[in-house]
């Protein structure tokens, strides 16, 4: 149980949102930390500290002084400052990253564009994808299934054909969904909490579907119980030995990943769900409590 003394410290350790966003709210900050950045990975891994002096040239104010005021602002939280210069701290890092990927300052928009691809629905070439919200979407035009919908940053556009954006696309969610089954936040790191849930949109066709929420940030990922077997070995193996590589396919071409055709739900107090996938004189069973994958076998 945390004492008093864990709660100071916690709260000494702890720099309140709205001092952070304060100490970011003006330009010259924002462009001392993206020099910083800059100056630092051009140097490479393991780098010496940036100078003061080099660091000034990367900003646009002549006045020394009022560049070391807003330099000195950021020191603790964002920047690490020692007799030789200055590094950037892991927040400085993040600020930045997200400011290149367009996260807070890009839009982008796609509407029913055609793409490459056969619905694992219904059988048809006439996939389409759109982009609104920040969230990518995959849709079926002859069924009008919708196969998948998840954030992507509007950076991910960027000097990119739309064959190499869906190809980050599912790359993207299939990382989300291995780290949060593995109980790791994509997001922040923290842990994911998993269980399954029945709160689910009525057009997505689902009774249940695992859910992993962040203890922290409250990030979640919504994947189907098939999408959890993607990078299970025997699961891999099975089809590899049917000379099928589940990598190769974006995975809203998978049925395994897009419905619940190969899922039984064998109890709900517990949860309890079977996976059955067949291939050829075979059949993969795979049995899923709560959110866990259990058990893999071949029949």
Same mark, same amino acid.
């Given at each position: 149980?945390? #004492?008093?003394?864990?709660?100071?410290?916690?709260?000494?350790?702890? &720099?309140?949102? $709205?001092?952070?966003?304060?100490?970011?709210?003006?330009?010259?900050?924002?462009? #001392?930390?993206?020099?910083?950045?800059? &100056? $630092?990975?051009?140097?490479?891994?393991?780098?010496?500290?940036?100078?003061?002096?080099?660091?000034?040239?990367?900003?646009?104010?002549?006045?020394?002084?009022?560049?070391?005021? =807003?330099?000195?602002?950021?020191?603790?939280?964002?920047?690490?400052?020692?007799?030789? @210069?200055?590094?950037?701290?892991?927040?400085?890092?993040?600020?930045?990253?997200?400011?290149?990927?367009?996260?807070?300052?890009?839009?982008?928009?796609?509407?029913?564009?055609?793409?490459?691809?056969?619905?694992?629905?219904?059988?048809?070439?006439?996939?389409?994808?759109?982009?609104?919200?920040?969230?990518?979407?995959?849709?079926?035009?002859? %069924?009008?299934?919708?196969?998948?919908?998840?954030?992507?940053?509007?950076?991910?556009?960027?000097?990119?054909?739309?064959?190499?954006?869906? =190809?980050?696309?599912?790359?993207?969610?299939? =990382?989300?969904?291995?780290?949060?089954?593995? @109980?790791?936040?994509?997001?922040?790191?923290?842990?994911?909490?998993?269980? *399954?849930?029945?709160?689910?949109?009525?057009?997505? @066709?689902?009774?249940? &579907?695992?859910?992993?929420?962040?203890?922290? %940030?409250?990030?979640? *990922?919504?994947?189907?119980?098939?999408?959890?077997?993607?990078?299970?070995?025997?699961?891999?193996?099975? =089809?590899?030995?049917?000379?099928?590589?589940?990598?190769?396919?974006?995975?809203?071409? &998978?049925?395994?990943?897009?419905?619940?055709?190969?899922? $039984?739900?064998?109890?709900?107090?517990?949860?309890?769900? #079977?996976?059955?996938?067949?291939?050829?004189?075979?059949?993969?069973?795979?049995?899923?409590?709560?959110?866990?994958?259990?058990?893999?076998? #071949?029949?």
């Amino acid at each position: 149980m945390p #004492t008093e003394e864990d709660d100071t410290n916690a709260d000494e350790n702890t &720099l309140p949102p $709205t001092e952070a966003f304060r100490l970011l709210s003006d330009g010259t900050r924002l462009q #001392t930390l993206q020099g910083l950045v800059e &100056l $630092t990975d051009a140097k490479g891994y393991g780098s010496e500290p940036v100078s003061f002096s080099a660091l000034h040239e990367q900003v646009d104010t002549r006045d020394s002084a009022h560049f070391n005021y =807003h330099l000195q602002e950021l020191r603790d939280q964002f920047v690490e400052g020692t007799e030789d @210069g200055y590094r950037p701290r892991y927040p400085a890092r993040k600020v930045v990253r997200a400011i290149r990927a367009g996260t807070f300052t890009e839009r982008a928009a796609l509407t029913d564009e055609p793409i490459d691809g056969t619905c694992p629905q219904c059988g048809d070439a006439d996939l389409r994808a759109s982009y609104a919200d920040e969230r990518l979407a995959i849709s079926c035009a002859a %069924c009008e299934t919708a196969l998948t919908a998840n954030d992507f940053p509007p950076g991910g556009f960027e000097e990119r054909s739309l064959a190499d954006v869906l =190809h980050a696309f599912d790359r993207l969610v299939r =990382h989300r969904v291995s780290f949060a089954a593995d @109980g790791v936040c994509p997001e922040c790191t923290a842990t994911m909490d998993g269980h *399954v849930t029945t709160d689910i949109p009525p057009e997505w @066709g689902y009774e249940a &579907l695992p859910a992993f929420d962040c203890t922290r %940030c409250d990030f979640s *990922v919504l994947p189907s119980f098939g999408m959890l077997l993607l990078d299970h070995p025997d699961v891999v193996s099975f =089809h590899r030995n049917r000379g099928e590589d589940l990598r190769k396919p974006p995975f809203w071409e &998978l049925s395994l990943c897009v419905s619940d055709r190969y899922t $039984t739900i064998e109890s709900r107090e517990p949860w309890r769900v #079977t996976v059955r996938v067949p291939g050829g004189n075979e059949e993969l069973v795979a049995t899923i409590e709560g959110a866990d994958v259990v058990a893999v076998r #071949t029949e």
